[in-house]
Nanobody, 119 residues
Framework: QVQLVESGGGLVQAGGSLRLSCAASRIIFSINTMGWYRQAPGKQRELVANITSGGITSYGDSVKGRFTIHRDGAKNAVDLQMNSLKPEDTGVYYC?????????????WGQGTQVTVSP
């Protein structure tokens, strides 16, 4: 059973910084993409950032220039550095891992970690 262990998150004032980390274990297939999604109350889950095995990154429009994703392929781990946080960044952040098995994409999700940004 694949495990995604998330750490980081918490409460921070607007303008502050947080760092989220996620480590994947028990994955027997090559990881295609690792990243983070978030879900605010009453809203759909949205992409925050992800990074492919080749190092290509994608960011949600609202976090570009403020968040940076980094991946350690050897450790199957991904970090998200969040700077200049805003109250609208508040939500539950989920680690995501995408593997491709026989041309079939399979998504794995962490349990989520709460990020709260106070005004």
């Amino acid at each position: 059973q694949v495990q995604l262990v998330e750490s980081g998150g918490g409460l921070v004032q607007a303008g502050g910084s947080l760092r989220l980390s996620c480590a994947a274990s028990r994955i027997i297939f090559s990881i295609n993409t690792m990243g983070w999604y978030r879900q605010a109350p009453g809203k759909q889950r949205e992409l925050v950032a992800n990074i492919t095995s080749g190092g290509i990154t994608s960011y949600g429009d609202s976090v570009k220039g403020r968040f940076t994703i980094h991946r350690d392929g050897a450790k199957n781990a991904v970090d998200l550095q969040m700077n200049s946080l805003k109250p609208e960044d508040t939500g539950v952040y989920y680690c995501n891992v995408l593997v491709v098995f026989r041309s079939t994409p399979i998504n794995y999700w962490g349990q989520g970690t709460q990020v709260t940004v106070s005004p």
